[in-house]
């Protein structure tokens, strides 16, 4: 019994320092990181919901790309959903009954999904719902985590969401091949009933979070207090959204990530014209999820004390340029190259997708900076909804574009010219540039008179948890498999 006990405290201990970093293995700490792998093992139905728009329904490019858009609508109110998690229990409590709801109204629109939908329309509701049901889920796991932030050292709450990130990036690395091996061997329905036994989890482990009930004898004083915190939050963040230096940089990126996508007309062309099947592009997406973490590594070795103006200048030049190369895919010229499709595909997204990584990891960094002092997390909650409003805008232009260039699921001929003018459209922001800080230290005295950055200047090479929360969302995957949210598509865009 004392060998038995030694080496369980053993085991605990192994874990809690190589594999929790540093956390205790709480119910709690396992329930939050099931729902972030959930976030990341969802993409198992990626390229389902790709094959069923384009094969059962029949969808266009034009078609798949405005539906994809707006089936990303709930990323883009997130903040509304953690203003009714405050403000709004739900029988007592705050947290758990909103992960309980996500995770059945995941379940019932996956299941959806696989039985009762046979038209763009119900295909759109039932996608919403799912993109609802993560973006919720989402919302109710990064407030926990900003709870524990308060009372943890600043390390210990970086490892948090290092934790955080890290989950999200294993269920998507793991279901990335599977997602096509699947695919080949049974149908999108049977990749939908699969998919939705997973937000079960989330409504399962809901019940491990330790949260005090909202006592109902101050139930009227607690709403009016929760009313007055919300308008005061609102007040915080007009405030700050004002402010010269904050609005400028978000308009700028705002710009750069709405400029239009040709994701759909490409997925049609590799399928339709190249005869690419599922489990090839399963394995795209396993090289392309690990090229993003390569892609990561390589800002924070190397890139991370590069000024805004300058890496987002410079990757914003070369990733238009080596989007380009696209063209030799799509005008076949490869071939006279003597580089096969399968190849050159792969080795192109590998290539792109560690561009597309390193440029966008300097706006994760800035928009961790632009967070006013008091409202950092619901401030970082809005700029990623902005970033996910201009990722919408992307798709529905991509549409837009690929309707009047007349590109559709059998006609090509005019694709060479979209995907010139979307790798070149990603240029247009560039004028702007000196909307952004010039430096980190100018941009943080000009901010500082207004509003304090969220990065601790005392450990400079410590990731704050706003700034870690910013690297556990360039990771995230949405519920409804191939909806995009932008980091998503800054990373197939260019």
Request: charged content about 15%; glycine content about 6%; hydrophobic content about 50%.
């Amino acid at each position: 019994m004392t060998i038995s006990n030694s080496r369980l405290e053993t085991f605990k201990t192994t874990l809690k320092n190589s594999i929790l970093l540093g956390n205790e293995p709480t119910p709690e700490l396992i329930a939050i990181l099931t729902v972030y792998f959930v976030q990341g093992i969802l993409g198992l139905a990626r390229l389902a919901i790709s094959f069923f728009l384009k094969d059962e329904l029949h969808l266009s490019p034009a078609q798949m790309a405005a539906l994809l858009g707006i089936a990303a609508i709930p990323w883009v109110i997130k903040p509304l959903f953690g203003f009714l998690s405050d403000g709004l229990p739900l029988f007592g409590y705050r947290r758990r009954p909103y992960l309980i709801l996500s995770g059945l109204l995941g379940t019932a629109a996956w299941l959806a999904l696989a039985t009762i939908v046979r038209d763009p329309w119900t295909a759109t509701t039932a996608m919403v719902l799912t993109s609802l049901s993560i973006a919720i889920s989402d919302v109710i796991v990064d407030s926990l985590i900003v709870e524990r932030v308060r009372n943890e050292s600043l390390a210990n709450a970086g490892s948090l969401q290092s934790l955080s990130w890290g989950a999200t990036a294993l269920g998507g690395i793991v279901t990335a091949y599977l997602s096509g091996w699947l695919l080949e061997r049974f149908s999108t329905h049977t990749i939908f009933c699969i998919t939705a036994t997973f937000p079960l989890l989330v409504a399962g482990v809901a019940w491990l979070i330790a949260e005090e009930p909202v006592h109902s004898s101050s139930g009227v004083e607690e709403n009016d207090s929760s009313v007055i915190s919300v308008r005061e939050q609102i007040q915080q963040l007009w405030q700050g959204i004002r402010q010269k230096s904050i609005w400028l940089p978000t308009a700028f990126i705002f710009i750069w990530q709405a400029t239009p996508s040709s994701d759909s007309a490409l997925f049609f062309f590799t399928t339709n014209e190249l005869g690419f099947q599922p489990e090839f592009l399963g394995r795209v997406r396993l090289v392309t999820s690990i090229a993003a973490l390569v892609g990561v590594g390589l800002y924070q070795r190397f890139l991370r004390n590069v000024p805004f103006r300058v890496i987002l200048g410079w990757t914003t030049v070369l990733a238009s340029g080596l989007g380009m190369t696209t063209l030799l895919l799509v005008t076949h010229a490869n071939r006279s190259l003597g580089i096969d499709d399968h190849w050159f595909s792969l080795g192109d997204s590998l290539i792109l997708t560690v561009m597309g990584q390193i440029a966008f990891m300097p706006v994760l960094v800035l928009s961790a900076r632009l967070c006013p002092a008091g409202v950092e997390a619901t401030f970082f909650a809005l700029l990623m909804s902005i970033w996910n409003l201009s990722g919408l805008v992307s798709h529905e232009l991509g549409a837009l574009l690929t309707q009047v260039l007349g590109v559709t699921e059998t006609q090509f001929d005019n694709l060479w010219l979209l995907v010139t003018i979307t790798n070149l459209s990603t240029l247009l922001p560039l004028p702007f540039l000196h909307w952004l800080p010039e430096k980190d230290v100018d941009f943080e005295q000009e901010s500082g008179k207004s509003a304090q950055t969220c990065e601790s200047k005392d450990s400079p090479e410590t990731p704050t948890p706003v700034l870690e929360d910013a690297l556990a969302h360039s990771q995230n995957l949405p519920a409804s498999g191939d909806v995009e949210t932008t980091e998503d598509i800054l990373l197939t865009k260019f």
